[in-house]
C-alpha cells in the first residue's frame, strides 16, 4: 500500500531517537570585544529540520521502504519542475522512470540493507545540462533496529569530476608519450631513487624492468662514488638545487657487457618551498654520433697510412707535456727518427712495396717502446717518440737502442729481404727550452748529425 504524504513532524514524531539531525534549542556564540548580540529565537528540532533541508544547497529526500517519496526539499522538487508537495507520496519509478529505476534499484536494496551506499551518476539540471554527482543513501533505523526510510541526498561534484577526468586524460597523454618516446625516461625521488623508468629505459641499459624501482640510479649506473664523473656530478648539481636542469654525456656498460654512449638532459622538481622532489630525465642513445665524432677525431690524429699520430697531434701532445713539465720540473725527451736509404726502396720497388716498409717501421716502432711513450709519423720516412713518463738520464738511450735492435730484422720488400736502419736525434728538457716548435727542430739537427757520423747511430743535441 502506497505510503500516505508526511510532514517533518510526523517524521520526527514517528522515529525521535534515529533522525540524523538533533539540535540544542538555543545556540549562543560570545562574540568578544562586541556589543552582545540578541540571541536567536527557539527553533524545535522540527523547524532546525527544515531550515537545514531547505538551506543545505543540496537536493535531499527520503524515499520509504515502499518506495514512495516520504519527503523532498525545494531543490529536489525543482529538478523536477515541481513543488516538493507534488512529490510526497508518488512512487518513484513515476519520477524517475522504469529504466532508471532498474539502474537504481540495486544501490537502494543495499540501503535498505543498513549500508551508506555511495556512487556517482550524470544527472540532467533543470537548465537541461547534464553535471556529476555523488549520491548519498543513508539508512534510518526505527527503534527496533529495522530500516524504515533512506535519506537520499545529491552533492554537485561536477568540477572536481571534470577536473579528475581532465587530469586522468593528460596523465595518460603524458604516460603514453613517455612510454611511447625515443628517449628513455628515468624519474627520480630526492634521493635518487627510481621511482619511473620506461620500457625504453629499461631497453637501453639492460635492465630488468621489475628490479629498477627503488633502486639508487648511481648503482644502476654502476656510477663511482669517489669520481662519480659527468653524469654524476650533474645529478648531484640537481639534488643539491644548485641548478634545476643540466645536461651531460656518459659512457655506460649494459648488463650484456655492450658499452653504449649517452646524453643526459635532466631538471629537478621542486614544491612550493624550494624543496627538492623529484628529478627527471631525457635518456638519448648518441652511440652512433660518438663513434662519428670519435672516427673523425681519428682522421684528424692519425696518419692514413701507419695509424700513428700525424705530425699536428704530436706537436699538441708534445705542449702538454712540456706544459706539465714546467709546473712539475719533469724532464721531457724526443727522439726524431729518420730511415736510411729509404729513398733506395720507392725507387726500386715502387711506392706501394715503400708503404709497406712504413706500416711495417711502425709496428715495430710501437713495439719497441714502452707502454708510455707516444709514437707519431712526422711525414715521408720520418717518425717520432715522446717520452715524457719516468725519464732519466739513460731513457732515451735505452729507447733509442730498443728501436735499433726492433729495426735490425730483414724486412720482406717484393718477395725480396732488405736491411733498412735509421738515424735518430734526440732532444730533451732540460737543459733545453721547453717548447715544443725548439726541441723539434734541435731534435731534427741531432738526427742529421747522426746520419752524417754514419747508419745506425744517435746523437743528442745541445744547448746553443
Not at 519527503?71 to 529538478?79: C, D, M
Not at 650484456?256 to 649517452?262: A, E, K, Q, Y
Request: proline share 6%.
Amino acid at each position: 500500500m502506497a505510503t500516505q504524504p508526511a510532514t517533518l513532524d510526523g517524521l520526527v514524531d514517528q522515529a525521535p531517537a534515529t533522525l540524523p539531525i538533533r539540535m540544542a534549542e538555543k545556540i549562543v556564540f560570545p562574540t568578544p570585544h562586541l556589543a552582545p548580540q540578541p540571541v536567536a529565537p527557539s527553533r524545535t528540532p522540527t523547524e532546525m529540520l527544515a531550515l537545514l533541508s531547505r538551506h543545505s544547497g543540496a537536493p535531499t529526500a527520503i524515499i520509504g521502504r515502499d518506495l514512495h517519496f516520504i519527503y523532498v526539499n525545494t531543490i529536489f522538487a525543482n529538478w523536477f519542475g515541481l513543488m516538493p508537495e507534488q512529490l510526497v507520496g508518488v512512487p518513484i519509478r513515476d519520477v524517475y522512470g522504469e529504466h532508471n529505476n532498474t539502474r537504481y534499484m540495486p544501490f537502494l536494496e543495499r540501503a535498505f540493507a543498513g549500508e551508506v551506499v555511495r556512487y556517482q551518476r550524470q544527472v540532467r539540471n533543470p537548465m537541461g545540462s547534464e553535471e556529476w554527482h555523488t549520491i548519498c543513501l543513508t539508512p534510518c533505523h526505527d527503534g527496533s533496529g529495522q530500516v524504515f526510510a533512506i535519506v537520499t541526498a545529491a552533492l554537485d561534484v561536477h568540477e572536481l569530476r571534470v577536473t579528475t577526468e581532465a587530469l586522468r586524460t593528460a596523465n595518460q597523454r603524458l604516460s603514453s608519450h613517455m612510454e611511447n618516446s625515443p628517449l628513455a625516461v628515468i624519474e627520480t625521488d630526492r634521493e635518487l631513487r627510481v621511482v619511473y623508468c620506461s620500457a625504453r629505459g629499461a631497453e637501453l641499459f639492460g635492465w630488468p624492468a621489475a628490479d629498477v624501482r627503488g633502486r639508487l640510479l648511481p648503482d644502476l649506473l654502476a656510477l663511482d662514488p669517489a669520481d662519480p664523473g659527468l653524469l654524476g656530478e650533474a645529478l648531484l648539481r640537481l639534488r643539491g638545487r644548485y641548478e634545476t636542469r643540466n645536461r651531460a654525456e656518459a659512457t655506460h656498460r649494459r648488463a650484456d657487457g655492450s658499452v653504449i654512449h649517452c646524453e643526459w638532459f635532466s631538471s629537478a622538481l621542486t614544491d612550493a618551498r624550494g624543496e627538492l622532489v623529484s628529478v627527471m630525465a631525457l635518456v638519448e642513445d648518441v652511440s652512433a654520433r660518438a663513434l662519428a665524432a670519435q672516427h673523425l677525431r681519428h682522421q684528424a690524429e692519425r696518419d692514413s697510412l701507419t695509424g700513428l699520430f700525424n705530425r699536428s697531434a704530436f706537436q699538441a701532445s708534445l705542449a702538454q707535456s712540456l706544459e706539465r713539465a714546467r709546473d712539475s720540473g719533469d724532464p721531457v725527451a724526443l727522439l726524431f727518427i729518420d730511415l736510411d736509404g729509404f729513398k733506395g726502396v720507392n725507387d726500386a720497388f715502387g711506392h706501394a712495396a715503400g708503404d709497406e716498409v712504413l706500416r711495417e717501421v711502425a709496428l715495430r716502432l710501437n713495439g719497441a717502446v714502452r707502454d708510455t711513450d707516444t709514437v707519431a709519423r712526422l711525414g715521408g720516412d720520418e717518425f717520432a717518440v715522446l717520452l715524457d713518463a719516468d725519464i732519466d738520464a739513460s731513457t732515451a738511450e735505452t729507447v733509442s737502442r730498443r728501436i735499433f735492435a726492433a729495426l735490425e730484422p730483414p724486412f720482406n720488400i717484393a718477395s725480396r729481404q732488405m736491411t733498412i736502419s735509421a738515424s735518430i736525434g734526440v732532444a730533451a728538457h732540460p737543459p733545453l727550452d721547453a717548447h715544443a716548435s725548439g726541441l723539434l727542430k734541435n731534435a731534427d739537427q741531432a738526427m742529421y748529425e747522426a746520419k752524417r757520423a754514419g747508419k745506425g747511430c744517435m746523437r743528442y743535441a745541445t744547448a746553443p
